[in-house]
């Protein structure tokens, strides 16, 4: 912390979010009340990732929490939670993935058309269902699709939603990446760095290819010895790392994860960065 910033502490970031106050009348930024640090509320995530990444480039180095929509209460007593109208135009063979997956984060299908080999879909679905959902969706629709959404209304909260299905990849040591480990580990999941990059403990150095997360040792050298055997010092063959934008990086991270930006990286990392500590916070969670 605080090696990569020109700008590292709360004072810096205070500045900061009260010029942009200024400047943006749709930015609210409120104080926590636990701990250090700040909420700051927009229109949605691609208001809110432009700002991250301006603070980025100008030098500073801060964490964000994943992002979260804001709740009401109606005069009963009752939570509500914001929704959005949204409308899909994908051809007749992605139609399918599309409904399944949208219907896994409550969406509710109002009207479905077919023409020329084209579907054009309208939900509703909640806000919460839409965070994430278009690196989901480029992939079910090789690209292919096209999707707008407009705010709805305000309606009854839907319930408990997974933001991820998978689970990450963790270091459990700090030091460098190492090809021959990522080598024996690309089975596990997919990777977001390459061999030679600094890493710490804590930090999420891939996704997992099952439900959990899976502590993992990335540094692992391979263990030198005076016996050669033929065709086992070949060169190891990587799968390239998965490329994560800052948009992507948003939407990938769940309650308990973090993303830390500085000007020269971003990192995705764990809340707690040993297994002992994450563990003691599950426990603390199930009592």
Do not use: W
Not at 77 to 104: H, N, Q, R
Not at 124 to 148: A, E
Not at 166 to 183: E, I, K, Y
């Amino acid at each position: 912390a605080g090696t990569e910033g020109d700008f590292v502490t709360s004072r810096h970031l205070d500045e900061r979010l009260q010029r942009e106050i200024l400047t943006d009348v749709a930015i609210v930024v409120e104080e926590l009340t636990t701990g250090v640090g700040y909420k700051v509320s927009g229109r949605g995530e691609l208001h809110l990732s432009i700002l991250i990444e301006k603070m980025r480039r100008e030098g500073y180095e801060f964490q964000i929490t994943c992002p979260q929509v804001i709740f009401k209460e109606s005069a009963n007593g009752k939570k509500l939670e914001p929704y959005e109208e949204l409308t899909v135009d994908v051809s007749d063979e992605y139609a399918g993935k599309v409904i399944e997956k949208l219907g896994m984060r409550k969406g509710q299908m109002l009207e479905m058309e077919t023409e020329r080999g084209m579907t054009r879909l309208k939900f509703k679905v909640p806000t919460r269902g839409l965070l994430g959902y278009r690196s989901d969706f480029m992939s079910d629709t090789k690209g292919m699709g096209q999707m707008s959404y407009v705010f709805a209304e305000y309606a009854d909260y839907a319930g408990d939603m997974t933001n991820r299905k998978n689970g990450a990849l963790v270091s459990m040591v700090t030091g460098v990446t190492v090809a021959f480990a990522l080598f024996n580990l690309q089975e596990r999941g997919d990777f977001f760095l390459d061999p030679g990059e600094k890493i710490y403990e804590g930090q999420i150095v891939g996704e997992n290819s099952r439900d959990g997360d899976l502590t993992v040792n990335p540094a692992k050298g391979k263990q030198l010895t005076n016996v050669r055997a033929s065709g086992t010092d070949e060169s190891v063959s990587l799968i390239p790392p998965r490329n994560m934008s800052l948009e992507d990086c948003i939407s990938f991270i769940n309650e308990d994860e973090l993303l830390e930006l500085t000007p020269k990286n971003i990192r995705l990392r764990k809340r707690h960065l040993t297994e002992n500590d994450r563990k003691r916070n599950r426990l603390k969670k199930a009592d």
